[in-house]
């Protein structure tokens, strides 16, 4: 049985636009032998059970994420296709931490760099997804992979980067001055936000710098991250996220400068290794058509044995589509992910049916909520008329009961008034034109009805 | 409609802090009303515009005669309630514990809190703990120090934990920091796997959640069973999208195995010394993992889903790692 690795499409002239999948590639390229797997570039995490990529294939036999098929392919192998084996202890200890490291730090810093900042996103990013995905899904996939970015490095205060929340019309607060007269600002201020990279440039070189140090001082001059002579699963990781953020060239290129202008030596590394192990650039029309058969490409199909991704046709990505627009509406979303979940973390029966009468309850009640939600809205839109009652139109007298509340309070001071108005009246009972108040305290307000005798 | 209305109008007289509006007869008002509302044929948009707002900003009669009526006075600001803390002369730390536990000195049962409680005790700060919880935090999180007032008009600026290394320099104590190369690295591993699968392992194993988890979070907060529904659920949501973060779905074995190897990685890290970097003292590196290993280490707890603390005990040297701290700062058990 040939092992089939499911990976995003390839980006940047790398052969995978998610480190995970790069990680999973040099694995396989350098554990199992030539032959016994293909590579895919399906794109499509719904494919596979555990809604991730990378994932591997075997028969019926689906393992999502990076970290099980590492094990997977021991375990299949029976303990052959391994890389991290025979490290003395510390050197194992090394590359446990580190990895951790790689992955925990590095993920923010790709974040940032690809999907947070507004300019490398709509410039790059985003465009390249339509290379990689079949029609309609480039319209819900990058947005959502942003959208989980921006939550994964909220913690760095970092969100400048992101234009498009900010309000362009906020901003720009409404003058009486008419368009003409009004001198254009350009403001320190101005300028900065038009290019929030250099705002933020010495946090992000901060941020960059503190991930390639450790790793330019573990590797040192050896050949590999940990060990002198064996590639291990650190270094597939590393891979991963290094050329990330090495080799893409985007319009706001801080991290891949940072790391040429202080770590040469591991932009020298990647470099080395992106050759060995992916075999140079590559091409979306390799992974995607390798059957076009071109003379060019030849050379690398060799390289990495792609294998053209099959998705079902129209009703496949139809499907796919549906099911990722489901997941984007907020309370069915929600459902389907604690679905997958459940399937997936082996839980008791008794657990089950604990946690699963609280999703009862939980969705019973936003789904009132969302009626009711649903329902005001309506109201509020006129889309239902609100039976219309006699609304009486008060033009009689408009001093106080425009005042709502306040009037009903003014009434009582407003007696006092009327009290006193006629006092004066029993004063001088034979006068020239005497002002009469007459006030009258009801519910709906006070009414003031001014005679001028 | 307390507070202090200050309307910038003539006829306003500040007497003494109390604000008095000259009368003016209902009359007067009557006539520049109508003036207002009826605008000559040969005014312009702009005159219109602006004797709106003038319109707008006018005092109407009857809230005139209120104000005449009802002077607006200030009050000087209420005194605090007798239960607000007092201006301490030592630093009181805010962090999760129980009363008993607090005036004892004991462990905090929050991993964050207890590191930063283990380190204040690393440098021998004199501190009191208070039980506290998050509402309480200016930041939203615990712990929190507030430190010892020199002046009890001024109350202190309470400090956050990202703040405590640098308040304890400032209070000339030293607690040095290890600059190995692998430092971040296994930083990262108690910061993310460890935590990783202290969070599931608490919040979202069901055996745990009701054994530990609830008589420590829940049930101190509220009696009420719909209170109390809503904190556990609130509580484990939180630990589950916590963990959605950097994966697609929270995929048991894989934290479980890699809390496993995180684990491996330390013991071997520490190896036969008394602390982690081969330091002569324990540094914040030795406190973050003993918040941690104290706590899955602590048999009062009633941990009933023992994956994780079982993988801990099979790594002597983490385990005497503990005892050593717990002994020395923390007056044994």
């Known amino acids: 049985m040939v092992l089939e690795l499911h990976i995003w499409g390839p980006a940047f002239g790398l052969p995978s636009i998610d480190p995970h999948c790069l990680a999973a590639i040099a694995y396989l390229q350098q554990a199992v032998p030539r032959g016994k797997w293909q590579l895919i570039a399906t794109s499509d995490p719904a494919l596979s059970p555990t809604n991730e990529l990378p994932a591997l294939r075997n028969g019926d036999i689906w393992i999502g994420g990076f970290r099980n098929i590492f094990h997977y392919v021991a375990q299949f192998s029976s303990g052959e296709w391994v890389l991290d084996a025979g490290h003395p202890d510390q050197q194992g200890a090394d590359c446990i931490a580190f990895s951790s490291f790689v992955e925990a730090h590095g993920q923010p810093l790709i974040d940032l760099s690809l999907y947070v900042s507004s300019q490398n996103y709509t410039s790059t990013t985003r465009p390249l997804y339509n290379t990689i995905q079949p029609f309609p899904l480039p319209y819900l996939t990058p947005p959502s992979v942003r959208a989980t970015a921006k939550q994964r490095t909220a913690h760095l205060g970092l969100s400048s980067l992101d234009v498009d929340t900010e309000d362009a019309d906020a901003a720009q607060e409404k003058s009486i001055i008419p368009e003409s007269l009004r001198k254009s600002k350009n403001t320190v201020s101005s300028l900065l936000a038009a290019n929030p990279e250099s705002n933020a440039q010495i946090r992000l070189d901060a941020l960059a710098t503190n991930y390639f140090e450790p790793l330019q001082k573990i590797k040192g001059k050896k050949p590999y991250l940990v060990s002198d002579s064996q590639f291990s699963s650190l270094d597939c990781l590393a891979l991963g996220y290094l050329s990330l953020m090495l080799i893409p060239s985007l319009p706001q290129p801080w991290l891949s400068k940072t790391m040429r202008k202080k770590f040469p030596d591991l932009c020298a590394w990647t470099e080395d290794m992106i050759d060995d192990v992916f075999g140079g650039p590559v091409k979306a029309e390799d992974a995607l058509l390798p059957n076009g058969g071109d003379s060019t490409s030849a050379e690398q199909k060799a390289y990495l044995p792609w294998t053209a991704p099959n998705n079902g046709g129209a009703v496949g990505v139809g499907s796919v589509f549906l099911s990722s627009i489901a997941d984007s509406i907020p309370i069915v979303g929600q459902l389907r992910r604690n679905t997958r979940m459940r399937l997936h973390g082996g839980k008791t029966l008794d657990d089950e049916l604990h946690s699963s009468s609280w999703h009862g309850i939980a969705a019973i009640g936003s789904i009132v909520a969302g009626l009711g939600l649903a329902v005001g809205y309506m109201f509020q839109q006129g889309l239902i008329p609100l039976p219309l009652g006699e609304e009486p139109v008060k033009e009689r007298n408009a001093s106080l009961d425009t005042f709502g509340d306040a009037g009903a309070a003014l009434s009582v001071f407003a007696i006092q008034l009327d009290a006193e108005a006629q006092r004066q009246r029993m004063g001088e009972s034979h006068g020239a034109p005497v002002a009469e108040v007459a006030v009258e305290a009801g519910p709906g307000g006070v009414t003031v009805t001014d005679n001028v005798a | ?333």
């Open chain 2, 1 to 333: 409609m307390y507070g202090t209305i200050r309307v910038p109008f003539q006829g306003t007289n500040y007497v003494d802090g109390i604000l008095y509006i000259d009368f003016f007869p209902m009359p007067s008002d009557k006539t520049s009303d109508s003036k207002d509302r009826a605008p000559h044929a040969g005014q312009t948009s702009f005159e219109q515009h602006t004797s709106k707002i003038r319109h707008f900003f006018s005092i109407p009669a009857p809230v005139k005669v209120l104000f005449d009526k009802v002077p607006v006075l200030t009050y000087p600001p209420n005194d605090l309630p007798q239960r607000a803390p007092k201006p301490a002369r030592i630093p009181s730390l805010y962090v999760f514990i129980k009363k008993e536990d607090a005036a004892a000195g004991r462990p905090s049962y929050n991993p964050s809190c207890l590191k930063w409680q283990t380190f204040l005790n690393f440098a021998d700060i004199n501190h009191r703990l208070m039980p506290s919880n998050n509402h309480a935090s200016p930041s939203g999180a615990l712990p929190f120090l507030l430190p010892a007032s020199k002046n009890p008009q001024e109350a202190p600026m309470p400090i956050a934990s990202n703040k405590l290394v640098k308040y304890v320099e400032e209070q000339g104590k030293t607690v040095k920091e290890s600059s190995s190369m692998r430092y971040e690295a296994y930083q990262s591993l108690i910061d993310h796997r460890i935590r990783d699968a202290w969070l599931y392992t608490l919040y979202l194993e069901p055996l745990n959640f009701s054994a530990v988890a609830y008589h420590l979070y829940v049930s101190p907060t509220s009696s009420n069973p719909l209170v109390r529904a809503s904190i556990s659920h609130q509580l484990r949501s939180a630990a589950e999208a916590e963990l959605l973060k950097h994966t697609a779905i929270i995929d048991t074995d894989d934290i479980y195995s890699e809390a496993d190897k995180a684990f491996e990685a330390l013991s071997i890290l520490l190896g036969e010394d008394s602390w982690f970097f081969g330091t002569t003292e324990p540094t914040l590196f030795d406190a973050s993992i003993f918040a941690y290993t104290q706590l899955l280490l602590d048999d009062e707890l009633g941990w009933q889903e023992k994956k994780l603390c079982r993988a801990l005990r099979r790594r002597a040297n983490l385990v005497q790692h503990r005892e050593r701290l717990l002994v020395r700062y923390f007056g044994g058990s």
